[in-house]
């Protein structure tokens, strides 16, 4: 196993931890919005008013608890599917779809932006995740409102910034792990830039 691969199952598993008690409310949801539907509807004279509401609530719910079973199966795919040429806003969206809810539920907001268009890198899928993840669980260890925004251009730049102004960096571990494969980090005032090779 590399440092890479290691330092990718860790922050894999911080990932996973964050986002588990998230992806069980959805399912939850799910279930209970299923057997009130079922309760209600099972009566003599039940009317699709009666049931239009949980109809929705379980809908939704689904289509939340679908999101966040994609992102979790993106990133968990094994290294061989992950070590080609990546698209860091496709990766950037499948961690904001976890650990979105998951730093609102810990008292937190995160924003993310910019992932709406493609962002194609010459960087390999395991460095590209590794970086956006720590980048991002780094971001949200303190409370507070913190923010990532994507900018594609020659080279791919995510910024990340938190209200609190304070200075931070990715571990030196990761740093190093990730700048074998060209990705770089650099500061610009309080905010933390990971910088990705284009195609």
């Not at 992806?23 to 699709?48: F, I, Q």
């Not at 689904?62 to 966040?68: D, G, I, K, T, Y």
């Not at 931070?168 to 792990?177: F, G, K, N, Q, T």
Request: aromatic share 4%; with cysteine; net charge neutral.
């Amino acid at each position: 196993m590399t440092d890479l691969d290691t330092l990718w199952l860790a922050t894999l598993q911080e990932i996973v931890g964050r986002a588990a008690h998230e992806v069980k409310d959805a399912l939850n949801g799910v279930h209970l919005n299923l057997e009130a539907l079922r309760s209600r509807s099972g009566r003599a004279g039940a009317s699709m008013t009666d049931t239009a509401g949980f109809v929705t609530s379980a809908a939704e719910q689904m289509e939340s608890l679908s999101a966040r079973t994609e992102s979790l199966l993106f990133l968990t795919r094994s290294h061989s599917t992950a070590s080609g040429p990546a698209d860091v806003a496709v990766t950037l969206k499948h961690l904001a779809t976890l650990l979105v809810p998951a730093t609102r539920a810990d008292g937190g907001t995160l924003a993310v932006e910019g992932y709406q268009r493609l962002a194609p890198t010459a960087a390999p899928a395991q460095a590209t995740r590794l970086a956006l993840a720590a980048g991002l669980l780094g971001l949200t260890k303190d409370k507070g409102a913190g923010r990532c925004r994507l900018d594609a251009a020659a080279e791919t730049v995510v910024r990340f910034s938190h209200e609190s102004a304070g200075t931070w960096s990715l571990d030196p571990a990761v740093a190093r792990a990730v700048a074998k494969h060209q990705i770089r980090t650099e500061r610009s005032g309080p905010d933390l830039l990971i910088v990705f090779p284009g195609t």
